[in-house]
């Protein structure tokens, strides 16, 4: 069963931070590709930020040196480090997973997600 979730959202200040998690079923995790999108209300869904079994690491252009991604193999954790957040950052968060295709994840082979969690970002 594909089980991933989310925490560590919430309202922050802009040039604030926040850490996201995401506790993944063993199943889920042993996916080739996991990661964190986004979604603003009235846009589409994002990718943010991936990771893949090689530990190839893929960010939006957005986000290049502010967030950044880590897990836990051991816990089946994977979180998204946050900083210097702008109001344009605000959407709700997904932690998701997929199968790699290709040589190297990309957005749509994500296939899996959780439920999400809100970040809002005030100026």
């Known amino acids: 069963q594909v089980q991933l979730v989310e925490s560590g959202g919430g309202s922050v200040q802009a040039g604030g931070s926040l850490r996201l998690s995401c506790a993944a079923s063993?199943?889920?995790?042993?996916?080739?590709?996991i990661g964190w999108f986004r979604q603003a209300p009235g846009k589409e869904r994002e990718g943010v930020a991936g990771?893949?079994?090689?530990?190839?690491?893929r960010y939006a252009d957005s986000v290049k040196g502010r967030f950044t991604i880590s897990r836990d193999n051991a816990k089946h954790t994977l979180w998204l480090q946050m900083n210097s957040l702008k109001p344009e950052d605000t959407a709700m968060y997904y932690c998701?997973?997929?199968?790699?295709?290709?040589?190297?994840?990309?957005?749509?082979?994500?296939?899996?997600w959780g439920q999400g969690t809100q970040v809002t970002v005030s100026s």
């Open positions: 063993g199943s889920t995790y042993s996916r080739k590709c």
């Open positions: 990771i893949d079994d090689d530990d190839r690491i």
């Open positions: 998701a997973a997929g199968e790699k295709i290709g040589t190297m994840c990309y957005w749509w082979d994500y296939k899996y």
